[in-house]
């Protein structure tokens, strides 16, 4: 199964809703869920989940900034915002609340809704894209590995992304092996992804997440097939 966009997931939920591969992109769609799921593989790793009626009153001498805030169901970098201090914290909230009304009638409430709010320690490393599959072996093969760029450390826009061959040859192998780990964790069978993670200093792949049932998207999708003639 692989869609386009995920507002195609809300009918996959309606017309096949016991499917695994189905129950598996409900999982990866709600951050939270995800977080806890590999909580034991990063158990150093802070994350915190809200109701967003209570993101306001969060107790932030309890938080280790810098943070990111994001709602736990979204797309896009909608209402991602990274919080440098608790000095940053009204304005971060303040701009979760008002980019998810602006984007509230472009999506689904399955791709992007606002009830929960994760809050979650920044990850200081680079950033990949990899937009791949695990087959009916449950062996991930990869399509394209993107390094995903930003103009400051506070940037968290879905604006550059390049590729190329020492990018492959650096990142295929150690990425291959982190996936055969993440599949087994999940046990992930004929299922398409775009997964984001970032290495950190010691050289680690953390997930930020994974977009279950497709591959880039808005224009992004194409940079493989003009690089490696890969058509993903």
């Known amino acids: 199964i692989l869609t386009s966009s995920e507002n195609a997931l809300s009918a996959l939920y309606r017309m096949i809703p016991h499917d695994d591969r189905v129950l598996k992109a409900r999982l990866f769609k709600d951050k939270a869920v995800f977080r806890n799921a590999i909580a034991e593989l990063y158990p150093d790793f802070f994350f915190a989940e809200y109701d967003a009626s209570e993101i306001g009153r969060v107790d932030i001498s309890k938080i280790p900034f810098p943070v990111v805030i994001k709602p736990a169901t979204g797309?896009?970098?909608?209402?991602?915002?990274?919080?440098?201090?608790?000095k940053e914290w009204k304005t971060a909230v303040e701009f979760l609340r008002k980019d998810l009304e602006k984007y509230a009638g472009n999506y689904d409430d399955e791709v992007v809704e606002g009830r929960k709010v994760l809050i979650e320690e920044w990850i200081q490393g680079e950033e990949l894209a990899i937009d791949g599959y695990y087959n009916s072996n449950a062996e991930p093969v990869i399509l394209n590995i993107l390094q995903h760029m930003f103009a400051s450390d506070g940037d968290t826009s879905?604006?550059?992304?390049?590729?190329?061959?020492?990018?492959?040859?650096?990142?295929?192998?150690?990425?291959?092996?982190?996936?055969?780990?993440?599949?087994?964790?999940?046990d992930l069978k004929?299922?398409?992804?775009?997964?984001?993670?970032?290495?950190?200093?010691?050289?680690?792949?953390?997930?930020?997440?994974?977009?279950?049932?497709?591959?880039?998207?808005l224009g992004t999708t194409e940079i493989a097939e003009y690089a490696y003639a890969i058509n993903v």
């Open 75 to 86: 797309i896009s970098s909608i209402g991602v915002y990274r919080v440098a201090s608790a």
């Open 158 to 186: 879905d604006l550059v992304y390049c590729t190329r061959r020492a990018l492959i040859r650096k990142f295929h192998k150690p990425l291959m092996r982190f996936l055969a780990r993440f599949g087994d964790v999940f």
């Open 190 to 217: 004929r299922f398409p992804f775009h997964l984001e993670v970032r290495m950190n200093k010691k050289g680690e792949f953390i997930p930020i997440e994974l977009n279950p049932l497709r591959f880039s998207g």
